[in-house]
């Protein structure tokens, strides 16, 4: 990934100052696609208006080497005591305390490639890395995330967040399905249109092709569909499995 760094030049030449002390915030937030010194410090006073990033996606991982020369460039000085390899910046507004799930030099997966939204993730799409921070919904297990489908468009370093991804549809809105309906030994089959899109577990509305009577059933793979007391248990496994993550 290619980062595209604005590192700070110095205004004049002369005799070295004292450097300006300033601290990590725990949440760095860009608002406008220009990231600042001022938006990963405090205390950085006028050099807080120095760019030193742009961000395109969601958020950025910078190199905290990088930044620490930025900001001794600037005249600021940031020891990075906690030996902090990255630093993530995402878009928005500053977060509350309740909103972050970790400060410090915390573990936290990010994506290795850039994902189209929609693509299914694969195993090597996301690896560990370090940062200043991880929000509330930062994912802690690759198992869940794996074989989602991307919300939307993902970008290569940023942190994997469960916001990010999504039950893959495996019905589609207007495809003909198999809809069964299993209980106590009597089975039965026909061929119904699919309303809307689903994942397996969710519920959607189907049309008997037939009778055009809409019922309500529950997705159980690719083209297929079910109603019943079978069809209830595996919505209550589903929404039981996801209460749990």
Do not use: C, H
């Not at 189209?116 to 929000?135: I, L, R, T």
């Not at 159980?220 to 749990?244: E, N």
């Amino acid at each position: 990934m290619k980062t595209l760094v604005f590192l700070a030049t110095l205004a004049f030449a002369g005799p070295a100052l004292a450097a300006t002390p300033v601290t990590l915030k725990a949440d760095a937030v860009d608002a406008d696609g220009m990231v600042t010194l001022g938006d990963i410090f405090d205390g950085a006073g006028a050099a807080g208006a120095t760019p030193v990033a742009a961000r395109t996606g969601s958020s950025v991982m910078l190199s905290a080497a990088a930044i620490r020369g930025a900001a001794y460039r600037a005249g600021l000085d940031w020891p990075n005591a906690e030996g902090l390899r990255q630093i993530v910046v995402r878009g928005g507004v500053s977060a509350g305390p309740a909103n972050l799930a970790a400060r410090g030099n915390v573990d936290v997966l990010t994506w290795a490639r850039s994902i189209a939204a929609g693509e299914m993730v694969q195993p090597a799409d996301v690896v560990w890395g370090k940062a200043a921070m991880a929000p509330a919904d930062a994912a802690t297990d690759p198992d869940a995330v794996v074989g989602m489908a991307a919300r939307r468009a993902l970008r290569a370093g940023a942190v994997v967040a469960g916001r990010d991804v999504a039950a893959p549809q495996v019905i589609k809105a207007n495809e003909i399905v198999t809809l069964t309906y299993d209980n106590q030994g009597v089975s039965l089959a026909l061929q119904a249109k699919a309303l809307s899109g689903g994942a397996v577990g969710e519920t959607i509305n189907v049309q008997n092709v037939t009778s055009k009577k809409t019922v309500t059933a529950v997705v159980t793979g690719p083209g297929q569909a079910a109603v019943g007391p079978g069809a209830d248990q595996l919505k209550l496994t589903r929404s039981s499995r996801y209460a749990l993550r």
